[in-house]
């Protein structure tokens, strides 16, 4: 069964990056044919999505986002990761990652992680 | 791109049926065959309950489908019951490697 799971700090400070790290079991993330997402809703809000990675390496970002975020790939750990890089306040959410099936739904999430940020 | 727009909130009545609304653009909703539908209890991860407009994963019971007229898709939960209030959130592709969410329903059961 698959499974995810978030990891990393839940504080960061205002203009450093945010880095996150989802641990994916019950399944290659190198040799399957999905995409690897990260989703993140800030308190009271909505869902946001952020971006995504192939299984073979190649990213994709929101325009929202794009400036400053990175997604990668882990395959020696079955991971993959989220940089959020100059972060304010507005940044302050649960991020959760999530498995991406073509052609596009989200399915399994990982239970989320908070990161909160505040100096 | 912009979020997809749906009600805050919905509400109805154990039994009865309720509609929620996803309205886009004909550069998202109305292109694409690719709307999900996801229920969000309370300090809970989301969790898939339609996919590709009108599809049910294993395990989602019958009592929710999913449409699409034009720019608009749809959920419906037919014989509401109390464990479906929830939040619940469409998405959409918007082309471009690019996905959007709507703003999110409440939907309380009475």
């Known amino acids: 069964q698959l499974q995810l799971q978030e990891s990393g700090p839940g504080l960061v400070k205002p203009s450093e990056t945010l880095s996150l790290t989802c641990s994916v079991s019950g399944a290659s993330i190198s040799s399957s044919n999905d995409y690897w997402v990260w989703i993140r809703q800030s308190p009271g809000k909505g869902l946001e999505w952020i971006g995504s990675i192939y299984s073979r390496g190649s990213t994709y970002y929101s325009p929202s986002f794009q400036s400053r975020v990175t997604v990668s790939l882990d395959t020696s750990k079955n991971q993959f990761s989220l940089k959020l890089s100059s972060v304010t306040a507005a940044d302050t959410a649960v991020y959760y990652c999530v498995r991406q099936v073509p052609p596009g739904w989200y399915d399994p999430w990982g239970q989320g992680t908070l990161v909160t940020v505040s100096s | 791109q912009s979020a997809l727009t749906q009600p805050p909130s919905a509400s109805g009545s154990p039994g009865q049926s309720v509609t929620i609304s996803c309205t886009g653009t004909?550069?998202?909703?109305?292109?694409?065959?690719?709307v999900s539908w996801y229920q969000q209890h309370p300090g809970k991860a989301p969790k898939l309950m339609i996919y590709e407009v009108t599809k049910r994963p294993s395990g989602v019971p019958d009592r929710f489908s999913g449409s699409k007229s034009g720019n608009t898709a749809s959920l419906t939960v037919s014989g509401l019951q109390a464990e479906d209030e929830a939040d619940y959130y469409c998405?959409?592709?918007?082309?471009?490697?690019?996905?959007?969410f709507g703003g999110g329903t409440k939907l309380t059961v009475l």
């Open positions: 004909s550069s998202d909703v109305g292109s694409y065959n690719l």
């Open positions: 998405n959409s592709y918007v082309g471009g490697n690019n996905w959007v």
